[in-house]
DNA sequence: TCAAAAATATGAATAAAACTCATGATAGAG
DNA sequence: CTCTATCATGAGTTTTATTCATATTTTTGA
């Protein structure tokens, strides 16, 4: 069956105009190349060269696989440089699900700026994993998934990004604003304005309201961080978003209190599977995600 | 380095989702697949398929040997595939080289019957070799000389085509008609229409007048067999053409007589390399020539 | 035309590789 | 948690590729 080096020797014959020539660019003898291409022959039942001629001119038979030649090798050259800078570290693949809807907020800046300094990396952020998005991790359908509750194995690394606070966003002169803190009643009379997500994934419901039993007036869901922010400061209702989105937010008209006397605090992660994780790429990018909303 | 092997193997494993059906297909045993990939991540110093999931499923840079696969095997099957024909006989190179202008009368109308029946052959008629024409076939610059003094060698070989006479053609009435056969200083007094190459080729001078060192009173060089023939019926001058030429011809208005008592006669030849002697398309083509413009 | 030079071919021996066999390890299903 | 399907591993074997030494062929230049 002929193979990647048969070309190879084809195109090198051709370069150098014979045999001799040829064999020592490839670092071989004159003698295995005459044999290489002997095999072949006898493999396709047809003479590649006129023999009776010196130097060794080719057939049509010989010329249709050096035309092969050049259609393949350089797609191939090609395909091996990707592999060696997936090798070195230069080039990957980052496709990214996030479990928490305000992450756009910092992520999307984040992949501006990294993207800029990896070109070789494919970034994509994949939507519609949801709950699933840590064993399709481990699958190989994504590769790195932001997270706020680590749950590392064997196959997975969690590693911690940076540390945030939720806190109840309010309008300025809200009555609850003259609060130190924040208890679970105080929002049985209130409106609150969440991101479209199920209850069970919202911290507020999970670990603050639902322990004591409480239940908010109302629930208003909106998709977009800085609309919450203006419903909020226009006395639509209250929220409870991480500290990043407000340090971050030019907006105004409201202000923050801490969801119980010490607060609501998280570590957010960012899940990847072991394997990925000394790859230069990979670590570069965790260190973004660190600086986040660092200068350019 | 990688190879077409590896690509194969590659292509069957997404095929077949395992190692061991993959393995079948190929005629190969699982584990000479699992040695296999190893070596190539081995060798790319990067791993191809995650190996915590199983079935496998391909990394990034799995993905993009696959993908090389997919670009590289039609190409090299096709390839195949036209050796495979050259093998058999079915495809070859026929680039033809004529020494005898007038011969083009025969050929065209049987390499347009001989293409019909063997698509798979490239056929060309090459201009500009003139006298190295049969060198050049030696060189393989050429398949197939239509020549009539054969020089056969040890690398090439003159098959007989059929025999032919050259005849002098004159128009109805003229004078030469009431010979039986013409001398060489009947035509001292005559234009004659020559094809346009030097008189060393033209058998007329080489054969007949120079031996007689009769010169004719006028030479006229015209490319195309029916105007020579309008020429001599208009009695603007004789000329010497082969008899195929006036047997094809449905022009009239002139008759022919030999040249010397015996006629001037000769055999044309296909020169074509012992190497290709052997080959379905080259004899079938040879074959036509002899049976010329049998029906179709 | 002949010998020297250059280029390729050949066969045996060696080196390298690819593959198989037998078995061990692991993941996923029930 | 066991069972089954799937993949990995290492030693041994077979196959293939390459080298070495030398023969053959073609080309070149007197």
């Not at 070195?88 to 996030?98: C, M, S, T």
């Not at 105004?252 to 990925?276: E, Q, V, W």
């Amino acid at each position: 069956m002929i193979e990647l080096r048969h070309l190879r020797s084809l195109q090198a014959i051709e370069r150098e105009g014979s045999l001799a020539r040829a064999a020592e660019t490839l670092h071989l003898t004159q003698s295995a190349l005459s044999h290489q291409i002997k095999a072949l022959e006898r493999y396709y039942g047809t003479p590649l060269y006129l023999r009776s001629t010196r130097p060794l001119a080719l057939t049509a038979a010989g010329m249709r696989l050096l035309t092969l030649a050049g259609e393949v090798l350089p797609a191939v050259d090609a395909a091996d440089a990707a592999l060696r800078r997936v090798a070195d570290g230069r080039a990957g693949r980052l496709h990214i699900a996030i479990e928490c809807h305000a992450c756009f907020d910092w992520l999307l800046p984040v992949l501006d700026r990294y993207r800029q300094d990896w070109p070789d990396v494919e970034i994509d952020i994949r939507p519609g994993f949801g709950f699933d998005a840590v064993p399709a991790l481990a699958r190989g359908d994504l590769d790195l998934v932001i997270s706020s509750d680590p749950r590392a194995g064997r196959e997975l690394v969690f590693e911690p990004l940076f540390d945030y606070e939720a806190r109840l966003v309010l309008a300025d002169g809200h009555p609850l604003a003259r609060r130190e803190f924040i208890e679970p009643a105080d929002l049985r009379e209130e409106t609150l304005i969440t991101y479209p997500i199920e209850r069970s994934r919202l911290d507020v419901f999970a670990k603050f309201l639902q322990p004591a039993g409480v239940e908010p007036r109302a629930i208003r869901q909106v998709e977009l961080t800085a609309i919450i922010l203006l419903l909020v400061a226009t006395r639509k209702g209250v929220a409870v978003l991480p500290d990043w989105v407000l340090a971050a937010s030019s907006q105004g008209g409201f202000i923050t209190r801490p969801l119980g006397p010490g607060g609501m605090r998280g570590t957010l992660h960012a899940a990847i599977r072991r394997s990925d994780g000394e790859a230069a790429w990979m670590q570069a990018f965790i260190a973004d995600c660190r600086a986040k909303a660092a200068p350019a």
